[in-house]
C-alpha cells in the first residue's frame, strides 16, 4: 500500500548483511526518537525507541544510535533478513512534547 | 492483546458524504492519536487525546474534519462533506503515557471519487 512520497530513498541489501538506515532530526529540543517499520497495507510497527539521555540502545537485531551534536540518529539491523523489507521511519517528539513528528521514510530492499 | 482496531479497513464514498471512522485504543492506553498518511505529505498528526479528552487538534485540515473520545474504548474521526483531496489512509495509535511506543491500528484506506 502507499505509504510515503513517490521520491523515498531506498536502501538495497544484501540478505544476510547489516542494514544502517540514517535519519536526520530537525528539532534540538526533542528528548525522545521512536523508529518504525512500516510494510505495504499496514500500519507502522513500533521497533525500538531512544531518550535523549542515550547515545545507544540494543534490541533484538537492531541497534538505535543517537548523536545529538549533529542531530542524527540511525537504525541498524543486523544481518537483515527478507522480512525487513519495508518503509522504516524515525520520528521524533520536537518541542511539543506528546507529539511524534514523523520524518519521510526510507525504504529497505532485501535482495536474497 | 488485539491491538488498536480500526474500522472499516477500506472506505470507498462519493464527494459530499458523511464519513466515518472508528478506533478501538489498546486497553490501558490513555492516549489516542489520529493520523493521515498520504504519498504527498507522509504521516500527519491529525488531533490527540488524552483521557478521552482532545488537547491538540492543531493538524486537523479544517472544519470538515471533526473527531469524538465519548470512553476510553473508543474514538471516532468524522469528514464531512468529504472531497477527493481527503482520500488518504487515516491511522489511529495509542499509547500508555504521551509519545512514547504509540501503537498503531492498520489503518483505514478512504477513497473519496
Known amino acids: 500500500g502507499e505509504s510515503v512520497g513517490l521520491h523515498l530513498p531506498t536502501l538495497s541489501v544484501q540478505e544476510g548483511d547489516n542494514s544502517i538506515i540514517n535519519c536526520a532530526y530537525s528539532?534540538?529540543?526533542?528528548?525522545?526518537f521512536i523508529w518504525y517499520k512500516q510494510e505495504s497495507g499496514k500500519g507502522p510497527q513500533f521497533i525500538i525507541d531512544?531518550?535523549?539521555?542515550?547515545d545507544k540502545r540494543q534490541g533484538q537485531r537492531v541497534t538505535v544510535l543517537l548523536n545529538k551534536t549533529v542531530k542524527h540518529l540511525s537504525l541498524q539491523i543486523a544481518a537483515t533478513q527478507p522480512g525487513d523489507s519495508a518503509v522504516y521511519f524515525c520520528?521524533?517528539?520536537?518541542?511539543?512534547?506528546?507529539?511524534?513528528?514523523f520524518g519521510g521514510g526510507t525504504r529497505v530492499l532485501v535482495k536474497p | 492483546d488485539a491491538g488498536v482496531i480500526q474500522s472499516p479497513r477500506h472506505e470507498v464514498t462519493e464527494m459530499g458524504q458523511e464519513v466515518t471512522l472508528r478506533c478501538k485504543p489498546i486497553?490501558?492506553?490513555?492516549?489516542l492519536f489520529w493520523y493521515r498518511q498520504t504519498m504527498m505529505r507522509g504521516l500527519e498528526l491529525l488531533i490527540y487525546?488524552?483521557?478521552?479528552?482532545?488537547?491538540?487538534d492543531s493538524g486537523m485540515p479544517e472544519d470538515r474534519f471533526s473527531a469524538k473520545m465519548p470512553n476510553a474504548s473508543f474514538s471516532t474521526l468524522k469528514i464531512q462533506p468529504s472531497e477527493p483531496r481527503d482520500s488518504a489512509v487515516y491511522f489511529c495509535?495509542?499509547?500508555?503515557?504521551?509519545?512514547?511506543?504509540?501503537?498503531f491500528g492498520p489503518g483505514t484506506r478512504l477513497t473519496v471519487t
Open positions: 495509535a495509542s499509547s500508555q503515557q504521551g509519545p512514547y511506543e504509540q501503537y
Open positions: 528539532n534540538s529540543a526533542s528528548d525522545y
Open positions: 531512544i531518550r535523549s539521555n542515550m
Open positions: 520520528a521524533e517528539n520536537g518541542a511539543a512534547g506528546n507529539k511524534l513528528t
Open positions: 486497553s490501558g492506553h490513555d492516549y
Open positions: 487525546f488524552n483521557n478521552n479528552v482532545p488537547i491538540d
